[in-house]
């Protein structure tokens, strides 16, 4: 779609939100328990400019209570009319859109409306909050000196004995800063293995070079090794600007959204407003990795900071925060939480290390652990690592299907707490070992359906569901990239991490070549990534 044809929908959608009483969308679909579809789709449409299925459209005008002449000039605008399905016959002929029309207000809404009957909301929390933080230091320190004089000091004395805790504890704070700071320089300085080492005396990651086994990795003679780097990193570009398309949504919002994604769906060559244009997080850890030859922590924790997001990562504005605005070490700055945000971007460190197993795993984990301190984040980053590189020196048509996973969770067995962790109805989470090792396997033997894998595995964020399930979608089609990687968008959730780790897996697997054009003829950054995957294989060859 054009940029007006989105900006008009979303602008007017928007405006009704407003003219019907509500502060903000969230309040909007809560409200509307009888309407059919989620808020994550309804976000997609009001605030990510998409375009839905005219069906889909025409259910949601209706519920935002456009009058029928509306809903005639809307439907006119964007699809020539009404689906084919379904037949309107409005009782006015169409006229100008006025922000002010509306239909009768419910009694709850009407209370929501201004005393001088604009239609506004009092109060637009959503509105009220663009382009301002709440912890930005410099807005706090002006609203401080601003009200603390105003304030006196008789009777209110347990409010200044507050203060003067809040005082200290800020002191504290800064105190431990400066000792932070104070071991940087020591750190920054020395090898991996010193930086590892350092990690473990901190907690921040298990000992994780004593536990797993060792796998081979070496070049051979008869593997096109420039296309297979190609490919791993073109194809987790395309898997991860794919799946931005379906991230958060339900399988049954992607079809009512969309009508599924396809061969066709690629959002970068469609391009318009609304559309996800920041680099994929391979290509920002190949900039890294590139431009000083090495694995430096401090500057690629740098880099991710500077990005708008990260797939699979919930957890990204805190880390920007902690790292650029509150001065916390990379080591200090990231979230313990096991996310498959490390294995979603980890191919291009897979790449630099594909003959040297013993440094692929040392730096997959201390490259995991810059966002992500946790035993299973790591795991994960190391298990996907490993699968790529793993690939790149596969044969065509020599692929061990059934044994790829279980011959591989074995590199990070022992890395997890095996019982340390409780999901739902208190029972221990699996580690990714064993869902490895054993679950996934289960699946791929009786030839399960994706639909039953997800419900068996799940596909979130977490390590020990995502990993598997694109393990999953990648040996159900292990020749075919478009399949694997569009099975793991169209179902959803974690998309975008999903179809990044998928289309490494397969990318790295089929070669460049194996890549549909229709996947690669409007990605931007396809010549930066090919030239990446050139100069992490000459430093791979040069290491092995």
Not at 38 to 46: H, I, M, T
Not at 324 to 331: L, N
Not at 424 to 430: E, H, L, M, S
Not at 478 to 490: H, I, K, M, S
Request: aromatic share 6%; proline share 6%.
């Amino acid at each position: 779609m054009d940029k007006p044809t989105t900006n008009y929908l979303s602008k007017i959608l928007r405006k009704r939100i407003s003219i019907l009483g509500y502060s903000s969308l969230r309040k909007f679909a809560e409200d509307r328990k009888d309407f059919r579809y989620s808020y994550e789709l309804l976000r997609q449409v009001v605030y990510g400019s998409r375009i839905p299925r005219a069906e889909t459209l025409l259910n949601i005008l209706q519920a935002f209570r456009f009058s029928p002449s509306q809903v005639h000039k809307i439907m006119e605008f964007h699809f020539g009319g009404y689906p084919e399905r379904r037949v309107a016959s409005p009782d006015k002929a169409p006229g100008p859109l006025e922000s002010g029309e509306k239909t009768e207000a419910a009694p709850s809404e009407r209370k929501a409306t201004t005393a001088d009957g604009s239609g506004t909301h009092a109060t637009d929390t959503t509105g009220a909050q663009t382009g301002l933080l709440a912890d930005v230091p410099e807005e706090i320190a002006a609203s401080l000196q601003q009200s603390l004089p105003k304030i006196p000091l008789e009777g209110n004395d347990d409010f200044w004995e507050m203060a003067r805790a809040l005082a200290l504890l800020a002191e504290r704070k800064i105190s431990r800063i400066a000792r932070r700071e104070a071991d940087q320089p020591l750190l920054f300085e020395k090898e991996p293995e010193a930086v590892y080492q350092f990690l473990v005396r901190r907690g921040k990651v298990p000992s994780y070079m004593s536990r797993g086994e060792t796998l081979p990795l070496a070049f051979t003679e008869e593997i096109d090794y420039r296309d297979r780097c190609r490919g791993a990193l073109l194809g987790a570009a395309v898997g991860e600007v794919l799946g931005r398309t379906a991230q958060g949504l339900s399988p049954r919002d992607i079809r009512e959204l969309f009508g599924g994604i396809d061969r066709e769906s690629m959002p970068v060559a469609r391009g318009g407003p609304g559309h996800d244009h920041a680099p994929p997080a391979s290509l920002l850890l190949s900039r890294a990795l590139l431009a000083l030859r090495k694995l430096d922590p401090e500057e690629i924790a740098s880099v991710y900071a500077g990005s708008r997001r990260l797939p699979g990562s919930g957890h990204h504005a805190a880390f920007a925060r902690n790292l650029v605005d509150r001065g916390f070490p990379w080591f200090e700055a990231g979230a313990g939480v096991p996310e498959t945000a490390p294995a979603a971007r980890i191919a291009p460190l897979a790449l630099l290390h594909a003959g040297n197993f013993r440094r692929l795993k040392l730096e997959a984990g201390i490259e995991g652990a810059i966002t992500h301190p946790h035993a299973g984040a790591v795991a994960g980053a190391i298990a996907q690592a490993v699968a790529v590189a793993r690939l790149l020196h596969t044969p065509a048509g020599s692929l061990d299907v059934l044994g790829f996973a279980r011959g591989l969770s074995h590199a990070v067995s022992g890395m997890e707490a095996d019982r340390s962790s409780r999901g739902k109805g208190g029972r221990p989470v699996p580690t990714l070992w064993r869902k490895l090792g054993t679950e996934l396997t289960a699946l791929l033997l009786r030839r399960a359906e994706m639909e039953d894998v997800r419900e068996a595995l799940g596909n979130g964020a977490l390590v020990s569901e995502g990993i598997p399930f694109a393990w999953a979608c990648f040996l159900r089609y292990p020749d075919d990239y478009a399949a694997a990687v569009l099975a793991a968008v169209n179902l959803g959730n974690e998309a975008d991490a999903n179809g990044a780790m998928v289309g490494s897996l397969a990318g790295g697997y089929v070669g460049a070549g194996g890549i549909p054009d229709a996947f690669l003829g409007g990605l931007p950054w396809r010549e930066e990534l090919e030239a990446s995957a050139d100069g992490l294989l000459a430093l791979a060859r040069r290491d092995s």
